[in-house]
């Protein structure tokens, strides 16, 4: 996906962090509140939020856009690619569940907006070259790291994980040169995914960081940023977002891993069958 087609909300989300206070509070409202702010005008944008009009245009010049104007228009654009509801999701607890799947699929449509060919092509040539893979990630990324090292394991690429956040840590100081560790945090916030990069860092390992924000501690530390496109704002990172995006670009991911390793990939998968069929029980 080329620049010009990342979805604007996406593109200001994924900055977020790198902006002054007074642009943040545009960037989230328009975030919030896209289909409100496409009908407000400059002023009233920065009336609504409590800062300068020039606040406001100078955002916008962040975000990449020429003015406000050239915002309203790509918001405007985004809103209208949105696909149209399939079906009445319902009242009560079913509906809000359905209602929940279509927005997660409509978030993960965005997923990749932000990732570039060449990035991932280097983490991917990183990941298969690596001597030692350790794979790090705390809270609510944990599970993703978990899922991605055994994946990757599973296709003949051994990788490391650890729970414990001490464990992360002196793994990673434990790395050299030859080594990888890729640190997966939505946020880019998590202190002991930070530690466990700086661990890495100062043992020469190359880091890979798998997150939601361009602009964060973590890609700050990382040699190589692979940003998924949330959606949201840094609350909704905080208090709301699943880990669904990562964890679909971890399978992803590892099957790119997989191609590239041709015929040993393949091998090492045959290899993992004859352990399931082993370990399943007689239904009969």
């Known amino acids: 996906m080329s620049a010009a087609e990342v979805p604007t909300t996406a593109r200001i ?40 009009r020039s606040t406001v245009v100078r955002a916008c010049q962040t975000f990449g856009y020429r003015g406000y104007p050239q915002l309203r228009v790509a918001l405007a654009a985004e809103r209208g690619r949105r696909p149209a509801p399939t079906t ?11 209602s929940a799947i279509d927005r997660i699929a409509d978030d993960l449509r965005a997923a990749t907006s932000l990732l570039d060919a060449d990035g991932v092509d280097a983490a991917v040539e990183a990941v298969v070259g690596a001597r030692r893979l350790l794979v790090v990630a705390s809270g609510l990324s944990a599970p993703v790291a978990t899922d991605l090292a055994m994946r990757l394991t599973a296709v003949g690429r051994p990788a490391e994980t650890l729970g414990d956040p001490i464990g992360q840590q002196i793994a990673a100081r434990h790395l050299s040169a030859d080594d990888v560790c890729v640190v997966i945090s939505g946020s880019g916030a998590n202190e002991a995914s930070l530690r466990a990069a700086q661990a890495a860092r100062a043992a020469g390992a190359r880091v890979i960081a798998v997150t939601s924000f361009m602009a964060s501690p973590l890609t700050e ?60 029980g007689d239904a009969g």
Do not use: M
Not at 19 to 47: F, G, H, N
Not at 88 to 98: F, V
């Open 13 to 52: 989300a994924a900055v977020r962090n790198s902006l002054q206070p007074s642009e943040r509070r545009v960037a989230d409202l328009i975030v919030d509140d896209p289909d409100a702010v496409i009908e407000l005008t400059a002023q009233q944008l920065a009336d609504r939020v409590g800062v300068g």
């Open 221 to 280: 530390r990382a040699d190589l940023s692979l940003v998924l496109a949330s959606g949201g704002t840094f609350r909704d990172e905080l208090e709301h977002t699943s880990r669904i995006a990562h964890a679909v670009f971890a399978e992803a991911f590892v099957d790119a891993v997989a191609r590239a390793r041709a015929g040993e990939a393949d091998l090492s998968r045959e290899r993992v069958l004859e352990i399931l069929s082993d370990n399943l």
């Open 88 to 98: 009445d999701a319902g009242d009560g607890a079913l509906g809000g569940i359905r």
